[in-house]
């Protein structure tokens, strides 16, 4: 890892860049992808299946004799059946009630909440099958009441789908389930194809190339959850903290691949050498040792000389995950804007908020938890305003409208006002 003492703040800007490419060097690969699916439909999905992931299928989609043989251990069932009550009942206690008010006598006005119709949700499964983000958004999703599921995650050189994800999916309520991943899977339920039906907004995190193929799919119509790719974790520790502990947040972060980058800020140099000999100790024993060291390499060890410094520039870099062991935890609660989910403490390790919880693991990357929240129940949700207006409240607010319309010169918009006014003299 780079270590870099007490740096200038005109450099910072520098410092926390995240080692992804830029949208532009994929755009032009995502488009020709995007355009042959809308043009050719299964066709193009099976070309790219075959080409990216070396499989060919005469049917992408799961039947039910794949899921009914997907076999794992009754361990691991278990462990992911706490998670998801765990899940269940953080994201069941985000409902919130309808608001309603009478904003002024025979003036109602309302808001409720109605769950999206068609979802998609995508799961990467290269190098790691991600099944506990099926967990993080199937489960919200039955929660809020979207009426179709549609799962779409890679296969393997084999044509297979892990069998954890099939078990996990079923268990979550998903209503299909489709072999295919990357651009392709994006594209898919971006236009619709025979096979795949067309959602109207899509969850879940991936590489680079999902990720832009993600921000390309709402010039279509299709809302995203938000713009979350590879991940990210920030640490701030002092010598309160453990570095064995801190060592193994950030390689559980670094191993997700090659392009995740992890960063511990501190004010004791004691803690920064501490953590840096842990993570050479750590990683020669991890079975993705290869993955994580490339991760290793775009992160970095930052020494600042204060905590004002250190939470200013948190806040700056905005991570994806947050972790604060800190004998002042008050005072960097207190002062976080930017992050997408905080563990706190020596015993909060963010593997916790990943898997089991409570507290969901799809959270926004690059910064952009400057102005997005991770995924949570109302993610699934759309919020309808209603108004219903009595005879007395047409003439208690009639003339403003009349007069507000005039002004800005719609003259029809004031006749709709006159004429019932009209009516009732």
Request: charged fraction near 25%; proline fraction near 4%.
């Amino acid at each position: 890892m780079k270590k870099i003492k007490f740096p200038k703040k005109e450099t910072w800007q520098s410092l926390l860049q995240r080692p992804t490419k830029q949208v532009a060097d994929i755009e032009q690969t995502v488009l020709e992808i995007f355009n042959e699916i809308k043009l050719k439909g299964d066709l193009a999905v099976n070309k790219y299946t075959k080409l990216f992931d070396g499989v060919e299928f005469e049917n992408l989609k799961v039947v039910e004799k794949d899921l009914n043989k997907a076999k794992i251990s009754e361990e691991l069932k278990q462990a992911i059946q706490l998670a998801k009550g765990n899940i269940e009942r953080f994201h069941d206690a985000q409902r919130t009630s309808k608001v309603a008010i009478e904003t002024m006598k025979g003036v109602v006005c309302w808001q409720e909440k109605r769950p999206i119709q068609k979802v998609g949700l995508y799961i990467p499964g290269g190098t790691a099958p991600l099944f506990s983000t099926i967990l993080m958004l199937a489960i919200p999703a039955k929660l809020a009441g979207c009426k179709e599921i549609i799962l779409c995650t890679p296969p393997d050189k084999n044509g297979n789908i892990n069998p954890a994800i099939l078990y996990t999916a079923k268990l979550c309520g998903v209503t299909k389930i489709f072999k295919i991943g990357g651009i392709q899977a994006i594209g898919a339920m971006t236009f619709g194809t025979k096979t795949i039906p067309q959602v109207s907004k899509i969850f879940g995190p991936g590489n680079q190339f999902v990720t832009v193929a993600k921000q390309i799919a709402t010039k279509y119509g299709v809302a995203i959850d938000m713009p979350a790719g590879p991940s990210e974790l920030l640490v701030y520790a002092d010598d309160t903290a453990k570095a064995s502990f801190i060592a193994s947040d950030l390689l559980s972060q670094a191993e997700h691949g090659i392009d995740s980058q992890v960063i511990l800020v501190t004010t004791s140099e004691k803690m920064m050498i501490s953590v840096e000999a842990e993570i050479l100790k750590q990683l020669e024993k991890l079975p993705r040792k290869e993955i994580a060291a490339k991760a290793i390499e775009n992160s970095k060890l930052i020494l600042v000389d204060t905590e004002d410094e250190a939470i200013e520039l948190i806040n700056e870099y905005a991570p994806e995950h947050y972790i604060l062991v800190s004998k002042n935890e008050d005072y960097f609660l207190d002062n976080i804007a930017n992050a997408g989910s905080v563990f706190i403490g020596n015993y909060t390790p963010e593997s916790a908020g990943d898997y089991a919880s409570g507290t969901n693991h799809t959270l926004p990357t690059n910064g952009f938890a400057k102005q997005y929240s991770g995924v949570n129940l109302d993610s699934f949700l759309k919020s309808i305003t209603f108004q219903k207006i009595s005879e007395k409240g047409i003439q208690n607010i009639g003339k403003s409208i009349e007069l507000m319309a005039e002004a800005e010169g719609l003259q029809a918009h004031k006749n709709a006002v006159t004429l019932r006014l009209k009516s009732l003299e």
